[in-house]
């Protein structure tokens, strides 16, 4: 009797649903049996499938996080049960095997890792398959170095942070091209971009840009940003930044150029109505002000701009003359700082702030 | 087969009616063959009737059942074998199993529900194998497409499981 039992079941499913259903009819230890040949990731979608299998699937155990300090060490697992993993840290002290690492991440891919942080004592290559995480929603890397080329099949990536990475310009646009919803990109001291960079993408919502030191140019093409920081350094020669609509707010740090610097930042502040906060360090309020020269009043109103904080020269007529211009078009500021720049060897810092 | 042996011929008989001859040896690799035998029946002409199984499904059984046989009395018969030769053997199986079970789902189906009443554990292996491989890969809804299965969660539980793995969810809607 018991044998013709799924025979039966089966003929059951097929009367009541509109397909065949050639699973809910075979007996629990046979789908145990199914489940246990899938890795965790995939025996999560199984579990998903209906209420019968979510409760015969149902004790995941979850590991939120795992700092790993040498690859060949295996991940946490439980005899008998599917082990799922949020977060992967891997620290290593001193050298490690490519190869090792390679696996532990394959072994990782297969619990359902979401979040990977690399963090390497030296710059080295990283295994290539280490974007071929198809779950992975943040990713943050911190002195590594991208092979060359690895293949980018992480569609869910919402975060991603290069700090100190060594990455080339053909990864950069194929990373853009496969992830069309990174929401946060850092990109710190990244080397490897022969001199300049594009990042171009409408998905970016905030980004951290600091110029490593031989980066000479730097193109933003980014429409969809709210909040910016970039931040310069002294051998840029050209930067260009696509004009935002929702920016809300922004952080310019411009260093003093070695050479004559391009950059021209009023399409970018005239398309910022919406900025509420704006801060101006190094030179950015000296190339405002002789791009606004002829301009008496400017052309926009920042109705919704509360913290103001500039560094200027005071000595500069030109400059003051911009500030009360900027002034002028903020009805509703609630807090100013200014400080003092000057182009001396150590310059003097004083600080005003206001508030309003 | 060894020329000592009497050679003994088992008859399967399907639910439609199809009847199968085949060694007893080959025939003991299902459990419920072997009871039935056991206990002293399904020797005479009349065979063994197997109840819900289609003819069509048996002759996959009994296809696999004489390969496997024929491996393992293959096997048997050189003992002295290197072990390499053996290692090749069972990859050659392996592939053949693989060639073998290469179906689509509804005579995959039949063949894992019939080789689970027979008790062949080798086969039912074989069948939760290639299951277990078409779903790799595949999001609950693909899944679901498939094997045609119904989506029968209430709303509270696709809340709790949209909490627990936001990740698999967002591949599935």
């Known amino acids: 009797m018991a044998r013709s039992r799924p025979r039966k079941r089966r003929r059951l499913c097929r009367a009541g649903g509109e397909g065949h259903d050639y699973l809910s009819g075979l007996s629990d230890d046979i789908l145990l049996d199914i489940a246990s040949r899938l890795a965790t990731r995939h025996a999560v979608s199984f579990s998903l499938l209906s209420r019968r299998f979510r409760g015969l699937l149902a004790p995941f155990v979850r590991v939120d996080s795992v700092t790993v300090l040498d690859p060949t060490l295996p991940l946490p697992s439980y005899p008998g049960r599917h082990v799922l993993l949020r977060r992967l840290v891997f620290e290593p002290n001193n050298g490690f095997s490519v190869s090792a690492f390679r696996r532990l991440l394959d072994a990782a891919t297969d619990r359902g890792l979401s979040e990977l942080a690399i963090h390497l004592p030296r710059s080295t290559y990283l295994p290539r398959n280490v974007l071929s995480i198809p779950n992975l ?43 069309p919803m990174l929401a946060t990109l850092e990109m710190v001291y990244c080397t490897g971009l022969v001199g300049s960079c594009r990042v171009e993408s409408s998905a970016v919502r905030n980004l951290l840009f600091i110029s490593a030191l031989e980066q000479r140019e730097i193109t933003l093409k980014l429409a969809g940003l709210t909040t910016v920081t970039l931040r310069t350094r002294s051998k840029v020669k050209m930067v260009k930044i696509q004009p935002a609509p929702k920016i809300r707010r922004a952080y310019l740090h411009i260093a003093r150029p070695r050479t004559k610097l391009k950059f021209r930042i009023r399409p970018f502040l005239d398309a910022g109505t919406g900025l509420t906060c704006l801060t101006l360090r190094g030179v950015a309020v000296m190339l405002l002000s002789s791009e606004y020269k002829q301009t008496p009043k400017l052309a926009v109103t920042f109705e919704d701009l509360w913290i103001l904080s500039l560094s200027l020269d005071f000595s500069n007529e030109s400059q003051l003359c911009f500030l009360l211009k900027l002034l002028e078009s903020c009805p509703n500021l609630k807090k100013l700082s200014l400080s003092v720049y000057k182009y001396t060897r150590s310059p003097k810092h004083f600080c005003i702030h206001i508030s309003l | ?89 069972k990859k050659q199986l392996r592939e053949w199993d693989e060639q073998f079970i290469n179906l689509e789902q509804d005579k995959l189906y039949d063949i894992l529900v019939a080789a689970n009443n027979l008790g062949i554990d080798g086969l039912v292996d074989l069948c939760c194998w290639r299951f277990a491989d078409m779903m790799k890969g595949k999001s609950a809804s693909e899944i679901r497409v498939k094997l045609g299965i119904r989506d029968d969660f209430t709303s509270e539980q696709r809340a709790q499981i949209e909490k627990d793995s936001p990740w698999v969810w967002s591949r599935t809607t």
């Not at chain 1, 911190?142 to 990455?167: E, F, M, Q, S, Y």
């Not at chain 2, 009994?62 to 072990?83: I, L, P, S």
Request: charged share 20%; aromatic share 4%.
């Open chain 1, 137 to 179: 929603a943040v990713l943050s890397l911190d002195t590594c170095a991208l092979p060359r080329w690895c293949p980018p099949a992480c569609a869910h990536l919402r975060t991603l942070k290069l700090h100190r990475v060594n990455i080339s310009r053909r990864m950069i646009t194929a990373i853009f091209k496969a992830v």
């Open chain 2, 1 to 89: 087969m060894a020329a000592g042996k009497p050679v003994v011929m088992v008859t399967l008989v399907s639910s439609d009616g199809q009847s199968f001859q085949l060694l007893e040896e080959a025939a003991l690799l299902s459990a419920m063959v072997r009871d039935t035998i056991q206990i002293g029946q399904g020797r005479g002409p009349a065979g063994i009737p197997i109840r819900n199984i289609t003819g069509q499904t048996l002759s996959m059984v009994v296809v696999y059942c004489n390969k496997h046989y024929t491996a393992a009395a293959a096997a048997d018969g050189d003992d002295a074998a290197d072990e390499e030769k053996k290692v090749a053997n």
